[in-house]
C-alpha cells in the first residue's frame, strides 16, 4: 500500500514562505488526483490545493489563490506546495491527499481522498 509522508512545516512569522514536500512511497503512478488539506483548530478540514497528476487543471481555495502553488516532480514520486505570503489564519496541520479517481466528480472540484499522510504543522505568527 501506498504511503504519503509530509515534511517541510514549521514556524514562520507572517509574510514569510514555507514549502512543503509530499513523498509517496510505493506505487504512486496510479494516483489520478492528488494534492493538499489542511486543518485548523477549532475549524473544519478544508481542501487547499490539488490537481490531475496527468496534467490539467488545478484547484486552489479562493484563500490560497495567488499565494500558494502545488506541483509535483517529474517522477511523480514527490509532491510539493510552495507557500508564500504566510498569514497566521494559514496557520494548522497540513495532510498530502492522494486519490485513485478523478479530481472533478459531478461537475464539481469534490474528489473523495482515500490515501492520506499524517500531517505537518504550520504555524504562522502575526
Known amino acids: 500500500q501506498v504511503q504519503l509522508r509530509e515534511s517541510g512545516g514549521g514556524s514562520v512569522q507572517a509574510g514569510g514562505s514555507l514549502r512543503l514536500s509530499c513523498a509517496g512511497s510505493?506505487?504512486?503512478?496510479?494516483?489520478?488526483?492528488m494534492g493538499w488539506f489542511r486543518e485548523a483548530p477549532g475549524k473544519k478540514r478544508e481542501a487547499v490545493a490539488y490537481f490531475y497528476t496527468g496534467g490539467g487543471s488545478t484547484y486552489y481555495a479562493d484563500a490560497v489563490k495567488g499565494r500558494f502553488t502545488v506541483s509535483q516532480d517529474n517522477s511523480k514520486s514527490t509532491m510539493y506546495l510552495q507557500m508564500n505570503s504566510l498569514k497566521p489564519e494559514d496557520t494548522g496541520r497540513y495532510y498530502c491527499?492522494?486519490?485513485?479517481?478523478?479530481?472533478?466528480?459531478?461537475?464539481?472540484?469534490?474528489?473523495?481522498?482515500?490515501?492520506w499522510g499524517q500531517g505537518t504543522q504550520v504555524t504562522v505568527s502575526p
Open positions: 491527499v492522494a486519490e485513485y479517481g478523478p479530481c472533478i466528480v459531478g461537475g464539481a472540484w469534490s474528489a473523495d481522498f482515500g490515501t
Open positions: 510505493g506505487y504512486t503512478d496510479s494516483y489520478h488526483c
